[in-house]
């Protein structure tokens, strides 16, 4: 859902069909590292539930821990930072203009 937002905010700038590979590039670069991190978190997941995680299953503390690490990261992302980010290196890569810093905070 948070991949088709961003996207949707890119496209809705879009006024010639050349822009679409600028929506594209900015997109993967705001997505991608939040993306693998959601891979990386699923994959740990299935570890915790296999007890497979540093034997993770026998610290309580650090079992809620990591639950509430995961439960932050993938609950309290800031959805309009996002497609602000997106925005500012599209806009960047079709007028050669900088706004803002377009920085991508990778958590």
Not at 13 to 27: K, L, M
Not at 31 to 42: E, F, G, I, T, Y
Request: hydrophobic share 45%.
């Amino acid at each position: 859902l948070e991949d088709s937002a961003v996207l949707d905010h890119l496209f809705s700038d879009i006024t010639n069909p050349s822009q679409i590979p600028a929506a594209f590039e900015a997109f993967d670069t705001v997505r991608r590292p939040r993306s693998q991190k959601v891979v990386d978190l699923a994959r740990q997941f299935g570890r915790v539930y296999a007890y497979a995680e540093d034997d993770m299953h026998k610290d309580p503390v650090k079992m809620k821990q990591f639950f509430a690490g995961a439960a932050a990261f993938t609950n309290n992302a800031d959805l309009q930072k996002q497609n602000d980010d997106a925005m500012n290196i599209f806009k960047a890569a079709i007028t050669g203009e900088v706004k803002g810093t377009g920085a991508v905070e990778v958590v």
